[in-house]
């Protein structure tokens, strides 16, 4: 949840032992308070940081495995975000090898970004988690000029972390410091990446995983904001001063300034959660705004997030904002056109091989075509050492999809596809992990995994990924069901779709594309198979893939030739919002 700050104005009235004067006219009333609905940034958005520059804010979210990462949004109104740039776009700007796909945790990768600005440059400060063989954690931290480009950004300058969670302060004197995971504070240098020994400043008041530190300086204090409590119901925002940057810390006796646990309120897990002052309008954290009020020398508190919320009076709506796009509420619809680019909001699941997803292949205009790896969306995990490589998703992985951003819509994609070998497959995907996943494909039969035989050779192959789930007892398995013969005529495309009419379960269904009355019926599947277990700091992705199962020669990440797939009409609907757990309201 984004935490906003609401500046106080005072007006001060002199005076004078001059004339008389007309009585001017009363001011204008002040603008009246907003309503509006959260989450502002729904969708996977974790860990928002965010800054106001000009007329416009900016905020930096957690990507972890996913790529492009660690994406900028902007907005002049705080309710309409667009994607302005992802900081993380070349593999090579990490240093690492492999493109860094060498993580073996499913929420390996970038942790919670650090957005700040300062002198004309933007800071973006982060821990890169489980690159297998570096022994320490890994530290970057990326600039640029142009946060509405992705190749403005960097190169990142390195350091040992000394925790997750970092973040950039400077002082008044120009030193800078960084805040960690812990309480722990030290001196950085920004060029090379050198630091001054840590001092432990805080634990919070529970003594719980407090991280997600920043720093602010207001009337001669230091103040300390985090989150506590863990990522769960039990997570937290609280706040403490000192008049040293060091401490010793005083926590503020209201302790904890925002959190919804122990309540029933539909937004749980309130937290990691960043301060700015702007110019009178109030700023929130990740996916929900809520306003606060900071009076001079005390400290801020909150008013409690909600789905439906009236708070300090917003920017009017501006939609003038530069960047790569779209906006994260806007729906697609994409052709895949020869010599386009694929779309900036897509994501794949560690960076991609070069050749992996190729738009427009010779022969086939206006389709996407993913070149099947030999690992499925599950592959083996976590690997051990005699593990082939190319079965694990650290050489490349054959997903790419988009955020789902509402709790109600329709994803949907024609594929032209005939698998002619065993183990072929291609389709869609709900997607949270290698772990907890649900697919929906056309694959061709295979007597050794029990699927139907048809004199056709091909099926329709759901499948349900739960291996990943701590929170829920639900079984992985699979299902298939014969393609009917009139499907599987030359040149037919098969229309594959996911729905949620409620946002508690997702449906399943395919029919051939043109002859919508020939669907199947969808299957209903709960949506906690992909919320929470091995993603509960990520979100789900809605998209496609293809794999031929481990056929192949070890160690080779591509399946053998004749597997040609070729999605076309691919098209995302947002239709509803759940904003309270009995309230849904029209996507905005």
Not at 357 to 362: D, E, G, Q, V, Y
Not at 521 to 533: D, E, F
Request: hydrophobic fraction near 35%; charge should be neutral; include cysteine.
């Amino acid at each position: 949840m984004l935490l906003s700050v609401a500046s106080v104005l005072l007006g001060a009235a002199l005076a004078s032992a001059a004339l008389p004067k007309p009585t001017p006219p009363p001011p204008p009333p002040p603008p009246a308070n907003s309503t509006y609905f959260n989450p502002v940034l729904p969708g996977w958005h974790s860990d928002p940081s965010c800054v106001h520059v000009g007329d416009t804010f900016f905020c930096a979210t957690s990507t972890f495995l996913a790529f492009p990462g660690l994406p900028i949004y902007a907005s002049k109104d705080l309710i309409h975000w667009k994607l302005a740039s992802h900081v993380w776009s070349r593999p090579d700007q990490l240093g690492l090898p492999d493109g860094a796909r060498d993580v073996n945790d499913q929420q390996g990768g970038f942790y919670a970004p650090n957005l700040r600005y300062r002198k004309g440059v933007f800071y973006v400060t982060n821990t890169y988690v489980g690159q297998q063989n570096i022994n320490r954690l890994y530290g970057t931290i990326f600039t640029s000029s142009n946060p509405y480009s992705n190749s403005a950004w960097s190169n990142a300058t390195l350091f040992s972390a000394n925790a997750i969670d970092p973040d950039l302060f400077w002082d008044d004197d120009g030193k800078v410091y960084i805040s960690t995971a812990g309480i722990l504070i030290n001196e950085i240098n920004l060029t090379t990446g050198e630091q001054t020994a840590p001092v432990n400043v805080w634990t919070g008041t529970i003594n719980t995983y407090p991280e997600g530190p920043h720093i602010y300086k207001r009337d001669g204090y230091y103040y300390l904001l985090i989150a506590e409590g863990g990522t769960g119901t039990g997570h937290r925002v609280s706040i403490a001063r000192s008049k040293n940057i060091t401490g010793p810390y005083e926590s503020n006796p209201a302790n904890p300034i925002l959190t919804n646990t122990g309540t029933s309120q539909y937004f749980q897990g309130v937290g990691h959660a960043d301060l700015f002052q702007d110019a009178g309008v109030p700023m929130g954290r990740e996916s929900v705004l809520t306003s606060v009020t900071w009076p001079a020398g005390q400290f801020p508190f909150a008013t409690p997030v909600r789905g439906n919320e009236t708070g300090w009076p917003l920017p009017p709506k501006n939609l003038n904002v530069p960047g790569i796009g779209p906006f994260n509420n806007a729906n697609d619809s994409y052709t895949f056109a020869p010599k386009s680019s694929l779309p900036n909001n897509l994501l794949t699941w560690r960076s991609p091989v070069n050749g992996t997803f190729n738009i427009s292949p010779a022969g086939h205009p206006n389709t996407l075509q993913v070149q099947p790896t030999r690992m499925n969306l599950t592959g083996i995990v976590p690997p051990d050492a005699t593990t082939d490589g190319a079965l694990t998703g650290k050489q490349g992985h054959p997903f790419i999809g988009r955020r789902q951003t509402d709790s109600l819509f329709t994803f949907g994609i024609d594929l032209d596809f005939r698998p002619t070998a065993a183990n072929q497959e291609a389709g869609i995907s709900a997607f949270l992990t290698q772990l907890n996943h649900i697919d929906l494909a056309i694959a061709s039969t295979n007597a050794t995994t029990g699927s139907n035989s048809t004199s056709f050779g091909i099926e329709l192959r759901l499948r349900v990924e739960a291996s990943g789930q701590i929170y829920y007892n639900i079984p992985s398995y699979t299902t298939v069901t014969a393609l009917p013969a009139s499907w599987a005529t030359p040149g037919q495309k098969i229309h594959l779709q996911i729905l949620s009419n409620d946002g508690l379960f997702f449906g399943f269904s395919a029919w051939p594309t043109g002859r919508q009355s020939e669907a199947t019926q969808p299957t209903w599947l709960n949506a906690n198979i992909v919320s929470g277990g091995s993603g509960q700091f990520t979100g789900t992705l809605l998209g496609v893939y293809a794999t031929c199962n481990g056929a192949g020669t070890s160690g080779q990440l591509f399946c053998p030739a004749g597997h040609a797939n070729y999605f076309s009409g691919w098209a995302y609907t947002g239709q509803g919002q759940r904003i309270d757990n009995n309230q849904i309201v029209p996507s905005w």
